[in-house]
């Protein structure tokens, strides 16, 4: 494979002061996957180096390498700043004050900071950028706990290699991870398996709000704050529960809606199945994403109004990129 030349690699290699890597909020798999393996690679490179996530590391990701060294976001002025997996710092969901700001990122459209931005939207994850990097200023450093931290990254990204996004380049680049260390099993453990009894609890709860539009085009359930309080669980335990709606056959286009009334907003999680691009549906209510999985942030007065923007959004969409039952 052509090694591609990365401007941000000649900027990185030739910074000393310091670096604060930050994920988006709630961060996902690939958002601390990408992240801790820039920041454990960095760090072997004799960097000044921190990694801060505004909502810690859930317990699913808890097992990643360096895990532990994730900080809260804080005060202090890094000279460098780079958000990991998401379209600008606002999605950092709190204010940092960097000097320089860079975005290393597989998400469509966005915010850009300049020429030392790592974009690629056809890129399978944001942690496979990260391995780009790496492989084209020192691929020496490698190790089996950046390998492990970008394959976390990959697979669950791709939904475990299931997902549209899982090319023969994913499959290689999982095939070199695993020959760095990453262990495929142990990564599906740490991850799937290790789930709250209370998480069960709400998973039925979530299940009976099940609800489907357009002809059983889309489908979608509804976390109310309350089922949280009731079983015990926290807003971490609402991660994949939009892959329930999505499973049922002719559903294309899947959400969940999350009250947060701490936020005054309703969150809502887009996910396609085939052809519709639910990132344009996240769009049209503010938020953002790729084709497959997309987010916003609905306000709304009542849980009737959250959804009857939603599915507003939703049809508008369905129509205008031509898809019918
Ligand atoms: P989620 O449904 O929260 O797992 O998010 C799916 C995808 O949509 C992720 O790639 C997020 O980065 C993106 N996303 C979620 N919420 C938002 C938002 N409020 N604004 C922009 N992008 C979002």
């Not at 360096?66 to 710092?89: L, M, N, T």
Request: glycine share 10%; net charge negative.
């Amino acid at each position: 494979m052509v090694k591609r030349s990365i401007p941000l690699v000649e900027f990185l290699r030739n910074t000393n002061g310091s670096i604060l890597i930050i994920t988006h909020e709630n961060p996902d798999g690939d958002a601390l996957g990408s992240g801790l393996a820039l920041y454990k690679f960095l760090k072997k490179k004799g960097k000044e180096v921190y990694i801060a996530s505004k909502d810690g590391v859930p317990h699913m990701l808890d097992f990643l390498p360096g895990a532990q060294e994730v900080i809260k976001p804080d005060d202090r002025f890094y000279d460098v700043g780079i958000i990991v997996d998401a379209s600008g710092f606002y999605r950092a969901g709190t204010d940092v004050k960097v000097g320089k700001k860079i975005r290393i990122d597989h998400h469509i459209g966005g915010e850009f900071y300049g020429m030392h931005d790592y974009i690629d939207p056809n890129a399978p994850a944001t942690a496979s950028l990260v391995y780009e990097i790496i492989k084209s200023w020192d691929e020496s450093a490698m190790d089996k706990d950046i390998a492990t931290c970008i394959y976390t990254g990959l697979a669950t990204d791709t939904g475990f290699f299931r997902y549209s996004n899982t090319t023969e380049k994913t499959f290689e680049l999982a095939r070199e991870l695993v020959s760095w260390g990453a262990d495929p099993y142990y990564v599906y453990t740490m991850f799937f398996e290790r789930e709250k009894p209370n998480k069960m609890k709400l998973i039925a709860r979530v299940l009976e709000t099940l609800q489907l539009h357009e002809n059983g085009l889309v489908a979608g359930v509804t976390v109310f704050k309350r089922f949280l309080d009731e079983t015990g669980t926290t807003y971490e335990d609402t991660e994949g529960l939009v892959n329930y709606p999505r499973s049922i056959e002719g559903v294309r286009v899947a959400y969940a809606l999350i009250e947060k009334p701490e936020e005054g907003v309703w969150k809502v999680s887009l996910r396609a199945k085939g052809d519709v691009n639910v990132g344009k549906i996240a769009e049209r209510l503010g938020g953002g994403g790729h084709k497959y999985a997309s987010g916003a942030k609905i306000e709304a007065r009542s849980y009737e109004e959250a959804l009857a923007r939603l599915l507003s959004a939703i049809r508008e969409e369905l129509k205008l990129q031509k898809v019918h039952a």
